[in-house]
């Protein structure tokens, strides 16, 4: 897959799967425009270890929960670039509790930057997509959409949403080249689920067929898949990555 020419924004792209999806674009040819929350460090750190390709690597630290801030990203992203090919809504976080004992500000943050973000970042990108006829959008949801584990129904409710996002989006886009899928990774080795008591990731790996958590790698490379131009005739689809979890 050659991805030469082409522009990719990966939200949450300065660490775990949204890096690996950002130096997969990198490695194969794109111009990648990476989004990241507020971690400078990591940021800074990816700039330095992804070697070939960095003169093709934009960071930008733009909160994607926030509506006016995704708008004035976007100014900066016509006048630089004119049109944008690929979005990928990978930016997400975690903040378990059970229902009884979360925090309002919990529930909404989650909600904010997962559900919400990915419908800022997609709201300003879809005019450059229509213009060029053309355009790949990617949301990372997660098997929580439908298992829905305990302690977790915020995060489930924001997944469970991207995916009805996704759906009703490809649906207003299928006409003008532009497809719009998910990819739903099950328990990838990253920093979101590095919290997991040594009980928990024995009795996660048990569920797991494969027996093992997945690599970001492996997330990056069916994302890369769905973002090429050869996959024209699949949208408003999820593609589970979650070793037949
Ligand atoms: P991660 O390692 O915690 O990385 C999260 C990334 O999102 C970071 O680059 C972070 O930037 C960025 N981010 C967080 N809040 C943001 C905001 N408000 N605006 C812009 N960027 C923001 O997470 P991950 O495991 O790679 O997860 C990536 C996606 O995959 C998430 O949507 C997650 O729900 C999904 N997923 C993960 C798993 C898994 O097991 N890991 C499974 C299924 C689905 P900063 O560093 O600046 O905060």
Redesign the pocket.
């Known amino acids: 897959m050659d991805f030469t020419g082409q522009k990719a924004i990966v939200?949450?792209?300065?660490?775990?799967?949204?890096?690996a999806i950002a130096e997969a674009l990198l490695a194969r040819g794109a111009v990648v425009i990476g989004?990241?929350?507020?971690?400078d460090e990591?940021?800074e750190r990816f700039r330095q270890e992804c070697g070939q390709g960095v003169d093709r690597l934009f960071l930008h630290k733009?909160?994607?929960?926030d509506y006016q801030a995704a708008q004035s990203f976007y100014a900066v992203m016509e006048e630089q670039f004119d049109t944008i090919d690929i979005l990928v809504n990978?930016?997400?976080?975690r903040r378990d509790a059970v229902v009884a004992m979360m925090k309002e500000e919990n529930w909404r943050r989650v909600l904010d930057?997962?559900l919400t973000?990915g419908f800022n970042m997609s709201r300003f990108v879809i005019p450059l997509m229509m213009k060029q006829k053309y355009g790949r959008i990617l949301f990372?949801?997660?098997p929580m959409a439908h298992l829905g584990f305990p302690g977790q129904a915020n995060y489930a409710a924001s997944?469970a949403g991207q995916v009805g996002l996704m759906k009703s989006l490809s649906k207003e886009v299928a006409k003008r080249g532009i497809t719009v899928n998910c990819v739903?990774?099950?328990?990838?080795a990253?920093?979101?689920?590095e919290d997991l008591t040594v009980d928990q990731i024995k009795q996660y790996k048990r569920m797991v067929p494969v027996r093992r958590f997945g690599r970001?790698e492996e997330v990056a490379e069916a994302v890369l898949f769905l973002a090429g131009r050869k996959a024209a005739y699949i949208t408003g689809s999820v593609l589970d990555i979650t070793g037949g979890l």
């Open positions: 939200t949450g792209a300065t660490r775990g799967i949204g890096r989004v990241y929350g507020g971690n990591a940021a733009v909160d994607v929960s990978n930016a997400g976080i930057i997962n973000g990372i949801t997660s997944k739903s990774p099950g328990f990838i990253t920093e979101l689920i970001p």
